[in-house]
């Protein structure tokens, strides 16, 4: 079983900051990558940060390139999203995404982010 741990969301004015963590558990489970992820309004997944934990090789959307940087703790299977300068279209329910391979991936129940005046 797969476990979830995520937290950090929250409300904040835009030029605010937000630093969301996600740490995934489980027995015997080996975890090649971990990102996050939110919704468009046109509810396609849109990647906005992701990490491959073995040499720590980063990839971010382009509307969060400058703003967001994603991090990993010492402690295995655990990832930080450091979000800057949010605006309003940022506000979005996050969601952290664990994959293990190519062909098996796990989603955290996600965290929402608010960004208003």
């Known amino acids: 079983q797969v476990q979830f741990v995520e937290s950090g969301g929250g409300s904040v004015q835009p030029g605010g900051s937000l630093r969301l963590s996600c740490a995934v558990s489980?027995?015997?489970?080996?975890?090649?990558?971990m990102g996050w992820y939110r919704q468009s309004p046109g509810n396609q997944w849109e990647l906005v940060a992701g990490?491959?934990?073995?040499?720590?090789?980063?990839k971010y959307g382009d509307s969060v390139k400058g703003r967001f940087t994603i991090s990993r703790c010492d402690a295995k299977n655990t990832v930080y999203l450091q979000m800057n300068n949010l605006q309003p279209e940022d506000s979005n329910v996050y969601y952290c995404?664990?994959?293990?391979?190519?062909?098996?991936?796990?989603w955290g129940q996600g965290t929402q982010v608010a960004v208003s005046a």
């Open positions: 990490m491959l934990l073995s040499g720590e090789i980063t």
């Open positions: 489980g027995s015997s489970l080996y975890i090649s990558a």
């Open positions: 995404k664990a994959e293990a391979g190519e062909t098996t991936a796990y």
